[in-house]
């Protein structure tokens, strides 16, 4: 069954701690993995694609990176502003569908 | 730039009234639709997919349909809420099968 589950459900930082957010999937047939930002109340902004192991996407202070079993969403020098629910989901390769995880919900404290 | 609509953003009803959410995308012709359903401490449960005027597939057997009356509007409806239809419902399009999904601000749903 497929299936996409994210860790920790919450983490909390101090501005500048930089931390690592995980992503682990069973997918047949893996055609592209997301991440997303979620502030309450609001859907989800989409952040990068990944679409083979190795690859790593970079956006100000995230970074994206994919195995053929995780990905890990890296957070460098987070600020106040980067508290969020950082959403992740995979797209099986004969769906147009994307499977999401739970998300994690990131507190960044000054 | 594209954009996506969504509305109303807050709505309570009774229980076994009427339901009927709209959405519509700007700046972009044909997109694939969808409708998923996010409760709390769950992942976004998609409900609908459309990828054409007339083609929906529902993933959930529920008491909630989907049409796509036009190119780029789509309408989740029930004829009469449940309390467990109570929920965030997000639209969202995107360009192809390989491309991500945008969403709009979804719809926050109470049924009482």
């Known amino acids: 069954e497929d299936q996409v589950t994210q860790s920790p459900e919450a983490l909390r930082l101090q501005e500048g701690e930089s931390s690592s957010l995980n992503c682990s999937y069973t997918?047949?047939?893996?055609?592209?993995l997301f991440w997303y930002r979620q502030d309450p109340g609001k859907g989800p902004e989409f952040l990068f694609t990944?679409?083979?192991a190795g690859e790593e996407k970079e956006k100000e202070r995230l970074k994206a990176t994919l195995t053929k079993k995780e990905s890990f969403l890296h957070i460098t020098a987070p600020k106040p502003e980067d508290s969020a629910t950082y959403l992740c989901?995979?797209?099986?390769?004969?769906?147009?569908?994307?499977?999401f995880g739970t998300g994690t919900r990131l507190q960044v404290f000054p | 730039s594209q954009t996506i609509h969504q509305w109303p953003a807050t709505l309570v009803q009774p229980v076994g009234s009427p339901l009927s959410l709209e959405c519509t995308v700007e700046?972009?012709?044909?997109?694939?639709l969808y409708w998923y359903r996010q409760a709390a401490g769950r992942g976004l449960q998609l409900l609908f997919y459309?990828?054409?005027?007339?083609?929906i597939s529902s993933e959930v057997p529920q008491n909630l349909s989907a049409s796509r009356p036009q190119d780029r509007q789509f309408i989740l409806s029930s004829k009469k809420l449940l309390l467990s239809d109570s929920g965030f419902y997000l639209c969202?399009?995107?360009?192809?099968?390989?491309?991500?999904?945008?969403f709009g601000n979804g719809t926050r749903l109470t049924v009482t």
């Open positions: 990944l679409y083979s």
């Open positions: 459309s990828v054409g005027i007339g083609q």
């Open positions: 997918v047949s047939g893996l055609r592209g």
């Open positions: 969202a399009w995107s360009v192809d099968h390989n491309s991500p999904l945008h």
């Open positions: 700046g972009t012709s044909n997109p694939n």
């Open positions: 989901a995979v797209r099986r390769g004969d769906t147009d569908k994307l499977i």
